[in-house]
């Protein structure tokens, strides 16, 4: 164990931009500007339940306006406080500047443990919470826009809608003050899925230039490769999913906050998924090795290691026996400042969050211009394209009948071919270019400058250049 002492989680974040502004040549006070965080806005609100007024403490921090509305999830957990709040609305600035998604930088934050609460209590408590936020306009659809994260979901994306709706009456965009709806609620399909199936795109992405993989001593396809994955949740749950479904990875481990499953053979996503529904939890499931401290299996050997959870989880005290040679980071911050420097002389490759999970906010913004322009992507084209498809088939079908059965059309063409884009297709689409466009400039960076060595500083080069641009662009 070392004996340097960790920093906060806002101090991590810092030191990460530190580290990649020492290598720019910024003017003179911008980069304090960029660093710090612009408000953060503390709420104590009453709600009577069972009888008696509880308090809530709430926060709803902005990091940069330098774009507006300034964007970031809301999230229920209890620990919840002013510098975690900041730190996530620090990244967020810097993952929307990364993937291109014209946002600043915010994030919000109740102390609450959601599972010790009847539905018809939280809803009261979070029409509370957006009541207070919205009246500054720290709900807004042109100034402050938030989403789901720990804690919080599509419920109380469509309880933080109608409040604000109710209190907006003729506000035309109403259903843009927040993303992360459900879909009968001015959602978009995808939503759900969408940081999971970022994940998925990160990690095949990765996978397309080996030079990277070298650099993890990986080689081949995600084919077969052994993935642990902490956090079942949204977005662990997905991005396991799709992983083992559709590119054929195994997921050996599965930690959760009751403790680990382990199986060389590799675990079942959803029978695991159904067991932690129904038992709230994974203790007791039978078709794996049970591990009282999860955490543990951060360390265990595998291919690729994916903390889906929560922050801070690799760190100074574990960070030297993590085996893993690639980490992507699905959730926000879990290796701290400390347990970077030792992951990276470890020469281990971390995939760094601000890029990792940029599939949610990449889809939000999707939901945000669907909620402005107010119709459903595809509405208009793709019965429109299916027809100049259905154009080429028949000619393709009459070179057929010409052949005389010398040449014919490969099954299930037609009907794939067929096919207009719908909104899910669209929103996919969108989220695999955003991903492979902003891995590539990273990469570009990483390897073209002697003096930067890993992802992550790659990453805050990109995005500080892009949000300085942004500030040189206002006069600033
Ligand atoms: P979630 O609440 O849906 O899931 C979190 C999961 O982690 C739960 O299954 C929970 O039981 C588990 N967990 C909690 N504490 C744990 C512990 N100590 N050890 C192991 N497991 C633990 O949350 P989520 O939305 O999936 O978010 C997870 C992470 O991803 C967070 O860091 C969040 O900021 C980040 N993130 C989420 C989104 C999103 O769209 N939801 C977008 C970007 C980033």
């Not at 419920?155 to 035309?172: C, K």
Request: hydrophobic content about 40%; overall charge negative; some cysteine.
């Amino acid at each position: 164990m070392s004996s340097r002492t960790e920093p906060s989680f806002r101090e991590s974040v810092d030191l990460m931009f530190n580290r990649a502004v020492s290598l720019m040549d910024l003017p003179p006070g911008l980069e304090e500007k960029i660093r710090v965080c612009n408000a953060t806005y503390t709420v104590r609100f009453g709600v009577r339940l069972r009888g008696a007024m509880h308090t809530f403490t709430g926060y709803r921090s902005v990091h940069s306006e330098h774009m507006e509305p300034v964007k970031g999830g809301i999230r229920y957990a209890t620990g919840v406080n002013q510098d975690e709040v900041e730190a996530l609305a620090a990244l967020m600035t810097y993952k929307c500047a990364l993937v291109e998604a014209p946002f600043g930088g915010s994030k919000g934050g109740l102390c609450i443990d959601p599972r010790e609460y009847e539905e018809h209590e939280l809803e009261l408590i979070t029409r509370r919470f957006a009541y207070e936020l919205a009246k500054r306009d720290l709900i807004h659809p042109s100034q402050n826009v938030p989403a789901p994260d720990m804690g919080t979901g599509e419920r109380e994306m469509a309880w933080i809608a109608d409040q604000y709706a109710r209190m907006n009456t003729t506000d035309i965009n109403a259903r843009a003050c927040v993303t992360g709806k459900p879909l009968n609620a001015g959602g978009i399909s995808g939503r759900v899925e969408a940081t999971g199936r970022g994940v998925q795109y990160a990690l095949q992405e990765f996978f397309r230039h080996e030079e990277d993989k070298a650099a993890a001593g990986l080689s081949g396809k995600l084919d077969g490769k052994r993935l642990i994955v902490q956090g079942l949740g949204n977005v662990g749950y997905h991005a396991a999913k799709f992983l083992s479904e559709e590119d054929g990875a195994r997921i050996i481990g599965i930690i959760e906050r009751d403790g680990g499953l382990f199986s060389a053979d590799g675990l079942d996503v959803e029978a695991v998924r159904n067991w932690i529904v129904k038992h709230g939890g994974v203790t007791g499931y039978p078709d794996a090795q049970y591990v009282e401290d999860g955490a543990v299996l951060l360390e265990e050997e595998c291919d690729i290691l994916i903390p889906a959870a929560l922050e801070g989880v690799i760190n100074l005290s574990n960070a030297e026996r993590v085996k893993a040679p690639l980490i992507i980071e699905a959730a926000n911050g879990p290796v701290t400042a400390g347990a970077d420097d030792v992951l990276r002389k470890k020469g281990i490759v971390i995939i760094p969050d601000m890029y990792a999970n940029a599939g949610g906010v990449t889809v939000s913004y999707f939901e945000w211009v669907k909620n402005l322009s107010h119709i459903r992507f595809g509405r208009m084209q793709r019965r429109q394209e299916e027809a100049r498809h259905q154009l080429v088939i028949d000619e393709l079908q009459r070179l057929d009948d010409v052949m005389g059965g010398t040449w014919s059309m490969s099954p299930n063409f037609k009907d794939k071919y067929l096919k207009g884009a719908g909104e899910l297709e669209l929103v996919r689409s969108g989220l695999d270019d955003t991903m492979r466009v902003a891995y590539q400039s990273m990469r570009e960076v990483w390897h073209s400058r002697d003096d930067v060595t890993d992802l992550r500083t790659a990453a805050y080069l990109v995005s500080i250049d892009k949000v300085a641009k942004s500030y040189h662009a206002k006069g600033l």
